[in-house]
């Protein structure tokens, strides 16, 4: 392989996006029905949740849910009470 003759002013910069690019190795272009193929090749491998699994995944995301709900709602509740209290609001 020959090498590139490199101009002394360019010895520490580094090459430009376009430089880059050109170097880049060409990505092959892939029809839509290859991109489905492989879709479909990925999503056989899926382990997917039994019923029972699901049901118990949700409850578990509708009781964190409910509880940060309800953890933000004394969180603001206090802040409220706090600058009602420093500032003198009255309602």
Do not use: H
């Not at 376009?18 to 479909?40: D, H, Q």
């Not at 039994?50 to 309800?70: D, I, N």
């Amino acid at each position: 392989m020959a090498r590139e003759k490199q101009n002394p002013k360019d010895a520490g910069k580094k090459p430009s996006r376009l430089a880059k690019a050109a170097n880049a190795p060409k990505r092959e272009k892939r029809s839509i029905r290859e991109y489905f193929k492989g879709v479909r090749l990925e999503m056989k491998k899926v382990v997917w949740p039994t019923r029972k699994e699901l049901g118990s995944y949700t409850a578990v995301v509708l009781v964190a849910c409910a509880v940060f709900a309800v953890a933000f709602w004394l969180i603001d509740s206090g802040f409220l009470a706090a600058l009602k209290g420093i500032l003198g609001i009255t309602m």
